[in-house]
Structures are given as structure tokens and as C-alpha cells.
């Protein structure tokens, strides 16, 4: 299966622009160093930033086949190609939409000039980390991307200052250097064997033999660190809620996909030959393990924001069924399958900022995130709790958040490919999210009794645009519900035969 | 296994796992070691058509070493990102407080030891103008930025640990020179855009020149930051141990 | 053909070692030191893989001075956290002293 025929059109201009310019805010906002002018021009550079995506996406609707940009002009074996697809431009427009909110609220929740000077550069780089990784068609130059990905969200999460979070942030570099080095052995095992980087001259030349298992094997260890499916989690809880508000919001809504995103495309495309059916199963099965763990951890956290990050445990689960989906059988229950999957990861992405970003207002506000002392705070942040609880609807599956349509579609490529028991796991999962999600709101209702109303108050007012952001992303899972025709309508661009290659595996 | 983080100097060497479990992985690790090997034995290298069409374009990337030519011309969007990973690392690593003082601030510390004149003197200009040599070499022999830039920070380096000199990595000037190897390299990518019709596309004429306009940047930035890592790691090492006087004994008993 | 299979044994050999140290080993400096023989484990698969007869490949060399700068950034990020941390806590204990 080849690449489908390379229309260039002058819209394709703006694919090096997506990563181009977040280098560029990065580069001008070292310079300036000055915490509001930063602030005000990275607002402007992401409204720019989304306005390009806009007509990125809009563009490549009306050019209908998948766009190959040649960086340098050498084209694919010698040079490094960008490739847009639809699954990487449904990736690429939820980066868009929280990379927006998450400025926006940033630019109202750093204040000290020590946090900002260093906020604003490192947050554009993972910009251009992320869209670089969604947009690269080459093995290794995704693994600089991944890198460019990890490391910035390091030394984001260390921005917290505070010995915990730094203790996590060093083991989230360990962790993501390990993986690094298992995903660039499996890149060099690939180059030894077939002579190539490029992903889709790759997925047309690799056979099943062993050097691609073990390729394969590398590279899925290494972004299963990345990515913290169950056994691999570890890391992860301590780091998404160590981080500041902001940081926690864009590492449990994109990071962690930029890295599922890459071992999808080696599994369901690149690497198909090698991939077993027992093999994805036990992919399967590890998320099915994720999703009820991830429940559990949650049900037990003791902080909101541990909360949050433990039910990004759970939602990253969900993702991994998408691998037992596509394997029963061929392309078009897969096909379904990748787009249930890539639904899925836009409508978590909304609610887990939205939620993020509400439980950050709510710990500004209260100075504390203690879930038991929580009590009747939706009196005096109405808002932030009204945002928690349509993201958190949205995490359940509740109607008509993005949520429900995720699972709806989950559940019916699970049914016709006759595999009753993740129709099972997903009910489940479901069931559990809303025993956490409601333990907080049941809580946050509950009105306080009298004389504690007097100890913990109220004490620190927190900006309008902190709280309008998370809300404005709470309403957009609800949009996207509504609008979930659109969104799935980009999977028929699809792909480097992203799904041709994989036959109906015995 | 990273649950368990010494930092002591003195921590038991290792997780205190059984020896039974630590025995298992070990021949678990060996294990999958061997059959990795097997793995690789049992492939056919592919044939080297990369490695023929890259020597084949070498005549039309403007630079005459090939390796030069695949990280600045056929691959340089790599190049490009990996400069964005140094960055990052220095962004991060930049001080929290600010001095109140130029880029470069000398104290009243002249160094007297004849070693330490000798290594001004000698060793710190022959050190530039091998680093300045490696760059112009990378063109059509094994060097380029990164080898230029590692020799250029060793100097650097090498001049702070005189104690004479402190630099102010928060300085504007400070902050253009780790930015500007990133910020030349998206600008070059930008601007051959009108004459060429892709990004990084060097027009055949101008590539060589191009290329040399990016490695010098980038070697200045390269070794800015390499010396910001450095004196940033010595300075917080050195700042743990001034107050604490049990650390330093350590060090005067030995 | 056997010289490629030295180096190629040889870098996986030091790839599984370095597994090792990281999973077994406490102390952060040591766990950082076996990510480092990790890398060139897989830089010597690299280069072994660059030589063909007739030609060599630039492109693994390319790779490997890429990922050398990454693992020298890398790295670095490490060092820091870890002088942070242990600039905190030695404050801490001399607070609660």
C-alpha cells in the first residue's frame, strides 16, 4: 500500500509553520523575560497558532488525501518528510484547543518572574514538541520530538519548586530517558534491517521476522514508560499532581497521547507484520488492568489533584483497547476501532485539562486540595466546581458530553467484533470513574456546618480568566459531543494505509 | 525500583530487593540480551541504498563531509530540534535569582599560580582557535558545531573554574546567545522558503553558505549553554557544601 | 561480517548492563551513570551498522551525534534535579535540627 497521491497544496505551507512558530514564542519569550509581556504576546502567538491549525484542518478536508511535506526538498528516503493524516490532525486540533486554554490560564496563574521567565520559553518548546512529534512521518526524528516532549515536561513539573515535586520530576526524566534509549534501540534495529527511517517506506518493506519483534518489543517498552500503561504507571501520579495547575493540565492531556499516538502508528501500521494477535490482546488486557487500578487509586486519593492523576491512569487504559479492537478483525472493524480511540483522546484531553484546571483554581482558591476538607466549597467556587463536574460526566461517559460518543463508539466496534468481555471492562470502568467523580462532588455539595464555615473560608480570590478557561474547555467536551460527525469525518483521510497493512490476523 | 532514590553519598549500593529477585532479572536481562543478539544475527543488513544516495547528493548540499551534510542539509530539520533540546536544558537550568551585573563580571581574585597563568595564556586561546578550526573543517572533514562548540565550552569552562570571571546567565546578551543557534536555524529555514518553495530547502548556490551562517550560530550557542550547565551544576555543589561544615570535612581529610 | 557482530554484541551487552544498573541500583549518581552505558550500547549498534563494505553510511553517524547531545541534555537535566533535591533536603534537616 503506498502513499495516496501527494497533492501539494499551498495550505501545506502552514505544516512547517505549526512547529516553526512555537519555536519562535519560545525563542521571543526568553528574550522579552518580562512576566507580562511574555504573557500577553504567548496569548497572541497561540491564537495564531490556532488560527493556523484552523485553516490547516479545513484545508486538508477540502484536498481530501494525505499531505507529505518534504523539509528540505530531498523527499522521503534522505530527508525527513511531515506527514498529516487524519489521525494526526484530530491529535493536532485537541493540541490546539488546550494549548489555547492552557496559555490563557497560565498567563493568569504564574506570577513571580522567577516561574515565568522560565514557564513561558519551556512551555512553547513542548508546543513545538508535541506538534512536531503529531506531524513527523520519520523513526528518528521522532524520537527527538519524544525527547524535546519529555524533557520540557521535566523541567516543567520541577517549576513547582518544592522537594516533592522535583523528587518527581527526576524520576519522570529517569523513566523518560529510559524509555528513550529502549524506543532509539529499536529505531537502530529497524535501520539495521531494512535501511530506512521514513515510516511509511518502512510499513511497506518490514516483514515478521525476529529482528522486527524485537524492534517492535524495544520500541513498545520504551513508549510504554512514555506513556504509563498499568505496570509502567509509577511515575506518573506523583508527577501530573506535583506539577503546577497548568503543567498537570497539558502532561495528563497531551504528553502522555503524544507518546500512545507513536506506538499506535508502530503497531497498527509500521510494524504490522510483527504484530501478534496474542500480542495486542495483552495490550489489552495491561489496560483493561489500568482502567479498574486506576479507579481504585482514585477512589482512595487523598488529594484532588492526585485524584485527577490517577484517573488519567485509568482513561490512558482505555486507550490501549484499541489494540485487541483492531486485531479480531481486518481494517474496517479496525478502522472503527482507531476512530472510537482517537475520539476517545480528544474528548479526554477537554475534560482532563478542564478538570485539571478547575482543581488547580480550586487549590489557588482554598490554598489546600485535601479532598476531605473540600466540603461545601462549591459555595464560594461555584464555577470550578461546575467545570469538575461536567468534565468529570465527561470522564463517566455521561450524556452528551464528548465522553459518552467515545464510549458509545467503544462499545459498538467491542460488539461487532464479538468481544463481549471489553464491553464488560468498559461498563465497569464507567461504573467506577463515577464512584470518584461523585465522591468529590458529593462532598463539594454537602453544605459545611456552621461554625466550620468561619475557620476555611475563602481565602485567596482567584483572576476571572482562570476560571473562565477551565470552563471554556468543560463547554467544548460538550460541543464536541454535539459535534461528533465532524471530528470523525477527518479518520476517512486515512492514512499511509494505516489499517490496509494489517491482514485479518488468524 | 525508582520508588527508592538515594542521594546520600554513603547509601547502601543497592535497592534493597532480595538477592533472589536481583539473581532472577539479572539472568532475565542477560537472557533477553542473547536472544536480542540472536535477533540481529539472524537479519541481513539491509543494503546500503541510503547510504549511496546521501553520497551521491553529497555534490548538491554545499558541504563536502557527508556527515556534515546529513545533520545540516538532508536531515538538519534533526538538527534543528536537537538544538531545541539544549535549550530546554538550559532554560531550565538558568538561575532563579539575578545578579545585578554585565554579562561577564570580574572580581578581585587574580589568579597568581603559574599553572593557572600558563592555562590562561596558552591553553585558553589555543583552545578557541581549535574550536574555530574544527567548525571550518566540518565542511569536508570529520567536525562541525557540536565538536567546535564542545572544544569552545571546555575553554569556557576552563576560564570560570579560574574563579576571575563570573558570567550573568539572566543578562539579555546571555539569554541572545543561548538562543541564537535555535533562532538563526528558523529563520535560514524560514527565508529559503521564498526562493526555494520548502522550509530548510537551501538554494544549491547558497547552501554552503548558509550552512556555515548556521554552525557558527550554533556553536556559539551550543557552548554558552554547555557552560551554563556546568557552572550551574558547580555553583549549587558548592553552595550545598559552604554551610554545612560537616560536608567539607570529607574533602580536608583527604 | 564478524567485526559487525563484535560491536553489535558488544553494544547490546553494554545496553542490557546499563537495564540493569538503572533497575537495580539506589544511588541516582550510579543510575545515571548505567542510563549513560546504556546509550552507548545502542551508539556501538549504531556504528556497527554504518559500516558496509565499500561505503560508509553517514546517517547512523549522524544519529549518534544527535543522540549524544540529547544524552549530554538529558543528563544535565538529571544532575540539577538531583543537586536541587539534595540542596532542599540538607536545608530541611538543618531547619528541623
Keep these: 500500500m503506498g502513499a495516496p497521491g501527494i497533492v501539494m497544496t499551498s495550505a501545506q505551507h502552514f505544516l512547517p509553520l505549526v512547529i516553526g512558530l512555537p519555536l519562535l514564542a519560545a525563542v521571543f519569550c526568553l528574550l522579552v523575560s518580562n512576566s507580562r509581556w511574555s504573557a500577553r504576546f504567548s496569548i497572541l502567538f497561540a491564537s495564531i497558532h490556532t488560527l493556523v491549525v484552523m485553516q490547516v484542518l479545513s484545508s486538508l478536508r477540502d484536498s481530501g488525501s494525505v499531505w507529505r511535506y518534504e523539509l528540505g526538498g530531498w523527499g522521503a528516503p534522505l530527508g525527513i518528510d511531515l506527514v498529516l493524516d487524519g489521525f494526526s490532525v484530530i491529535l493536532l486540533f485537541a493540541t490546539t484547543i488546550v494549548v489555547l486554554c492552557v496559555t490563557t490560564y497560565s498567563a493568569a496563574y504564574f506570577k513571580t518572574p522567577q516561574q515565568t521567565s522560565r514557564f513561558w520559553p519551556l512551555w512553547w518548546l513542548l508546543v513545538a514538541g508535541l506538534n512536531a512529534a503529531f506531524l513527523s512521518g520519520d523513526a528518528f526524528n521522532l524520537y527527538v520530538a519524544l525527547e524535546i516532549i519529555g524533557l520540557s515536561s521535566v523541567a516543567l513539573v520541577a517549576l513547582a519548586g518544592n522537594v516533592s515535586a522535583i523528587t518527581a520530576a527526576l524520576r519522570y526524566a529517569l523513566v523518560g530517558l529510559l524509555g528513550s534509549l529502549c524506543y532509539l534501540m529499536g529505531v537502530a534495529l529497524l535501520y539495521r534491517a531494512y535501511g530506512t527511517l521514513d515510516l511509511a517506506l518502512l510499513s511497506q518493506t518490514v516483514q515478521g521476522t525476529p529482528i522486527t519483534w524485537a524492534a517492535l518489543a524495544l520500541i513498545s517498552v520504551g513508549l510504554l514508560l512514555k506513556t504509563a500503561l498499568l505496570p509502567l504507571h509509577f511515575w506518573l501520579p506523583p508527577a501530573h499532581a506535583g506539577a503546577p495547575a497548568p503543567v498537570s493540565a497539558a502532561l495528563s492531556a497531551l504528553v502522555v497521547k503524544a507518546s500512545f499516538y507513536v506506538l499506535a502508528r508502530f503497531w497498527l501500521d509500521v510494524c504490522s507484520p510483527a504484530a501478534s494477535a496474542d500480542a495486542l490482546n495483552l495490550l489489552g488486557f495491561f489496560g483493561a488492568c489500568a482502567i479498574f487500578w486506576g479507579c481504585f487509586a482514585a477512589c482512595r486519593a487523598k488529594r484532588l489533584k492526585l485524584l485527577v492523576a490517577y484517573s488519567t491512569v485509568a482513561q490512558l487504559g482505555y486507550l490501549f483497547l484499541l489494540f485487541p479492537l483492531t486485531a479480531a478483525y481486518g481494517p474496517s472493524a479496525g478502522s472503527a476501532a482507531l476512530a472510537a480511540v482517537a475520539y476517545l483522546i480528544v474528548a479526554h484531553a477537554f475534560a482532563k485539562a478542564a478538570m485539571f484546571m478547575a482543581a488547580g483554581s480550586i487549590q489557588l482558591a482554598c490554598g489546600y486540595d485535601d479532598i476531605d476538607r473540600l466540603r461545601g466549597v462549591v459555595s464560594h467556587q461555584p464555577i470550578s466546581v461546575f467545570t469538575f463536574a461536567i468534565a468529570g460526566a465527561s470522564l463517566i461517559g455521561l450524556p452528551p458530553t464528548g465522553g459518552f460518543i467515545a464510549k458509545w463508539l467503544l462499545l459498538n466496534s467491542a460488539i461487532d467484533s464479538g468481544q463481549w468481555w471489553w464491553i464488560a471492562v468498559i461498563l465497569c470502568g464507567g461504573l467506577f470513574s463515577a464512584i470518584y467523580i461523585f465522591r468529590v462532588l458529593i462532598l463539594a455539595f454537602t453544605a459545611r456546618q456552621g461554625e466550620q464555615s468561619s475557620s476555611g473560608g475563602p481565602t485567596h480570590p482567584i483572576p476571572q480568566t482562570m476560571m473562565a478557561c477551565g470552563f471554556m474547555l468543560a463547554i467544548a467536551t460538550v460541543a464536541l459531543g454535539f459535534n461528533a460527525e465532524w471530528l470523525l469525518s477527518y479518520m476517512d483521510i486515512n492514512l499511509i494505509g494505516f489499517l490496509a497493512g494489517t491482514e485479518p490476523l488468524p | ?254 | 561480517m564478524s567485526q559487525d557482530l563484535i560491536y553489535c554484541t558488544t553494544g547490546i551487552g553494554l545496553f542490557a548492563l546499563g537495564l540493569y544498573g538503572v533497575l537495580f541500583v539506589a544511588h541516582i549518581l550510579r543510575k545515571l551513570i548505567a542510563i549513560n552505558i546504556s546509550g552507548i550500547g545502542v551508539f556501538l549498534v549504531l556504528l556497527a551498522t554504518a559500516k558496509h563494505e565499500g561505503v560508509v553510511d553517514p546517517v547512523p553517524h549522524a544519529m549518534v551525534l544527535t543522540g549524544i547531545v540529547v544524552a549530554v541534555a538529558g543528563t544535565a537535566l538529571c544532575l540539577w534535579l538531583t543537586v536541587n533535591i539534595h540542596c532542599r533536603q540538607i536545608t530541611q534537616q538543618g531547619e528541623s535540627k
Excluded at chain 2, 542477560?30 to 547510504?51: D, H, R, T
Excluded at chain 2, 533562532?183 to 526555494?196: D, H, L, M, N
Design chain 2, 1 to 254: 525500583m525508582f520508588n527508592k532514590l538515594e542521594f546520600e553519598e554513603n547509601a547502601k549500593k543497592t535497592t534493597r530487593t532480595s538477592r533472589l529477585i536481583k539473581g532472577l532479572s539479572a539472568v532475565t536481562i542477560g537472557l533477553l540480551g542473547s536472544m536480542l543478539v540472536l535477533s540481529v544475527i539472524s537479519a541481513e543488513k539491509a543494503a546500503p541504498e541510503l547510504a549511496q544516495t546521501a553520497l551521491d547528493s553529497i555534490s548538491l548540499s554545499g558541504v563536502e563531509n557527508p556527515v556534515t551534510a546529513v545533520l545540516l542539509n538532508f536531515r538538519s530539520y534533526d538538527t534543528l530540534l536537537e538544538i531545541a533540546v539544549l535549550l530546554i536544558v538550559a532554560v531550565a537550568m538558568m538561575p532563579e535569582s539575578s545578579r545585578n551585573t554585565s554579562l561577564t563580571a570580574a572580581n578581585s581574585r587574580v589568579p597568581t599560580h603559574p599553572v593557572l597563568i600558563g592555562l590562561i595564556r596558552c591553553v585558553i586561546p589555543l583552545s578557541v582557535i581549535l574550536s574555530a578550526y574544527l567548525l571550518w573543517t566540518g565542511a569536508y572533514a570529520p567536525g562541525g558545531a557540536f565538536q567546535a562548540g564542545a572544544v569552545l565550552a571546555g575553554a569556557g569552562v576552563a576560564l570560570l573554574l579560574v574563579k576571575r570571571w563570573q558570567l550573568n546567565y539572566l543578562r539579555l546578551s546571555a539569554r541572545a546567545f543561548m538562543a541564537l543557534g535555535l533562532a538563526v536555524f528558523v529563520i535560514v529555514a524560514a527565508t529559503v522558503i521564498p526562493a526555494t518553495g520548502r522550509a530548510l530547502n537551501y538554494p544549491a548556490d547558497y547552501a554552503g553558505a548558509l550552512i556555515l551562517i548556521i554552525e557558527v550560530a550554533a556553536t556559539l550557542s551550543i557552548a554558552f549553554v554547555l557552560i551554563l550547565l556546568v557552572d550551574q551544576l558547580l555553583n549549587m555543589a558548592n553552595k550545598q557544601v559552604k554551610p554545612q561544615d560537616t560536608q567539607t570535612e570529607g574533602l580536608d581529610k583527604s
